[in-house]
Structures are given as structure tokens and as C-alpha cells.
């Protein structure tokens, strides 16, 4: 797969915090990310959300595809080839060791009260930590913003390299 077929695919189950989901779509207008949502979402057409986003002036607007159940949207990213990934504090996998070159990726993240559901992580490709010290956790919009832009790093590093 080549750079340009290559998206960034970020899945959120029951986001419920209108600044978090304006934080995501900024972070994946920036990076042209996919996103897939999953469970009781607050509506994205929110008052709240849509006023931030507006304020941007951006000129796009993520691919937004929602799932009544996180199970239903892991299975239709598998069926796609796509490799889903878990986020958990508790994971012992590093972030790092994620191949976003050689993979389609997808990261999934639960709510930062509850996190994702043992069902869910049970059907992923793999659960991931981010490394870091002297704290156990990020908030949701900035864990995203760490993990896109890394991905990001990844697929663009690769194609300057191979393009040299």
C-alpha cells in the first residue's frame, strides 16, 4: 500500500465530551484522518462542536462513519484488511512497536472513564500503551493528537525515504 491510499484510521467508542471530539476533528483535519465512532456518541452536528470547528475556518471535514456497536465497527474494519490496535493504560505493548508502513492501522480508544471493554480489546489486533513517565494516563484529545501524529511520522517518513 502505497502513502497516498494510506489513512489514518482513529475509532472512538461512546465519545461523550463535545471539546474532546472538536480537539479529534482537529487533529484529524490536520492529518486527513478517518474517523469511526461506535456506542452512544454525542451528535457531531453538536452546537458546540460544530461552533469550534467553524472557528477554524477550516477548509474539509473528516470522513466521520459511526457504528451502533464498537464489535460491529472492529469487525468492518477486519473485513477491510485493516489491523485494529487497542489503547489501554494497562497494556504492556509499546505504541511504538506499531508498523503503520507495512499495516493499515485503526487505534481505538474507550472513554477516559471507563476505557474500552475487555469484549472489545479481546478482538483486537493488539492492546498498546503509550510509553510515558511520572503520570499513568493522557486525556483523550491530547493521547489522539500523540498517536496521529506519530502514525502520521511513520507513513511520511517512509515515503521520503523510499523516494530518494
Not at 489513512?7 to 483535519?29: E, M
Not at 492529518?31 to 472557528?55: A, Q, R
Amino acid at each position: 500500500m502505497n502513502k497516498e491510499n494510506k489513512r489514518i484510521g482513529l475509532l472512538f467508542d461512546s465519545l461523550r465530551s463535545p471539546y474532546d471530539i472538536a480537539n479529534i476533528i482537529q487533529v484529524a483535519i490536520a492529518l486527513d484522518c478517518d474517523i469511526y465512532t461506535s456506542g452512544s456518541c454525542i451528535d457531531f452536528n453538536n452546537k458546540k462542536i460544530v461552533g469550534k470547528v467553524n472557528s477554524w475556518k477550516a477548509t474539509t471535514y473528516p470522513n466521520i462513519i459511526h457504528y451502533d456497536k464498537i464489535e460491529d465497527a472492529i469487525n468492518e474494519l477486519h473485513s477491510q484488511g485493516k489491523k485494529v490496535y487497542g489503547t489501554s493504560p494497562y497494556a504492556t505493548s509499546d505504541f511504538y512497536e506499531i508498523d503503520a508502513v507495512s499495516e493499515d492501522v485503526v487505534i481505538a480508544f474507550g472513554t477516559e472513564s471507563t476505557g474500552l471493554s475487555k469484549h472489545a480489546m479481546e478482538m483486537m489486533d493488539g492492546v498498546t500503551t503509550l510509553p510515558m513517565q511520572n503520570l499513568g494516563f493522557l486525556t483523550l484529545s491530547v493521547a489522539v493528537s500523540a498517536v496521529a501524529y506519530e502514525l502520521n511520522r511513520q507513513i511520511n517518513n517512509n515515503s521520503n525515504h523510499k523516494s530518494r
